[in-house]
């Protein structure tokens, strides 16, 4: 949604001159998306749109990204953010009781954190930079083709390479090892500032399930056969969704 709008509140702005079949190009130019209609001559239609176009842009396109940085950059977004996640991992933290402190933020700003990992809750920043990158340079450039195509394939490949080196997305499959990877002292500190009601979240807090946390891998110790139940499908059914769905 945020790179269609965008690219076409930048459409009064992208005018080109065009090119006859013997390579003789017009004298005015004209608007790419409707080419019947002349740029930059008083009391055309683009002319009239342009106003609106640079006001849109300022306000959306370049409004949006300073909005969602002046929410989630602040170093009390941060806490909350990164609680809420861990909050999240252990399957709590949806209603008032069991988020006391940071239920609040989840139900304003959630959408702008919630599929990502803790560490790294600022990604939809990235997400959005990389849209606003991709509409900058097709107007930019949008009389070289060759150059235009260069500069979004230069900011697809680092945006496909800061993904594939730092997994950012959160998947069902990871909550556990996100779990095990906190320190006692982070899980004090979490109990501390939103407890949680009884047999909610506690089993993650032992030390000796967070070693088995962090040591778990696929591994098979025991097989029994036997009949095979609804409940065990379910069950089965379940864990395959969590480990084959991974938003990375």
């Known amino acids: 949604l945020y790179l269609n709008i965008s690219a076409n509140t930048l459409d009064p702005m992208n005018c080109s001159r065009i090119e006859a079949d013997d390579g003789t190009k017009t004298k005015h130019q004209y608007m790419i998306s409707a080419p019947s209609e002349v740029c930059w001559k008083d009391g055309s239609m683009q002319q009239e749109l342009l106003p609106w ?3 849109f842009f300022i306000i959306y396109t370049i409004g949006y ?5 002046w929410i989630l950059l602040t170093p009390a977004s941060r806490e909350k953010a990164q609680s809420d996640q861990f909050l999240r991992c ?5 209603t008032p009781r069991t988020n006391k402190k940071y239920y609040n933020f989840r139900s304003k700003y959630s959408t702008l954190y ?3 990992k803790p560490q790294y809750y600022y990604w939809a920043l990235i997400i959005v930079l990389r849209k ?3 509409v900058t340079f097709t107007l930019v450039f949008h009389i070289n083709a060759t150059m235009q195509l260069s500069m979004i394939l230069l900011v697809c490949f680092l945006a496909y390479t800061l993904q594939v080196k730092y997994n950012p997305y959160m998947s069902r499959a990871d909550y556990e090892d996100i779990l095990g990877d906190m320190d006692q002292a982070e899980y004090d500190d979490l109990l501390k500032r939103c407890p949680q009601p009884k047999g909610i979240g506690y089993e993650h807090f032992a030390e ?3 070693d088995h946390l962090k040591k778990r ?8 056969f036997r009949s095979i139940t609804r409940g065990d499908l379910k069950a089965g059914s379940e864990q395959a969704l969590k480990f084959l769905f991974d938003y990375n």
């Open 53 to 55: 176009a640079v006001l």
């Open 65 to 69: 990204p300073v909005l969602v940085a």
């Open 90 to 94: 252990m399957g709590t933290g949806s």
């Open 114 to 116: 919630f599929k990502f």
């Open 132 to 134: 606003l990158l991709i």
């Open 208 to 210: 000796e399930n967070r």
């Open 217 to 224: 891998r696929f591994s098979v110790t025991h097989v029994h």
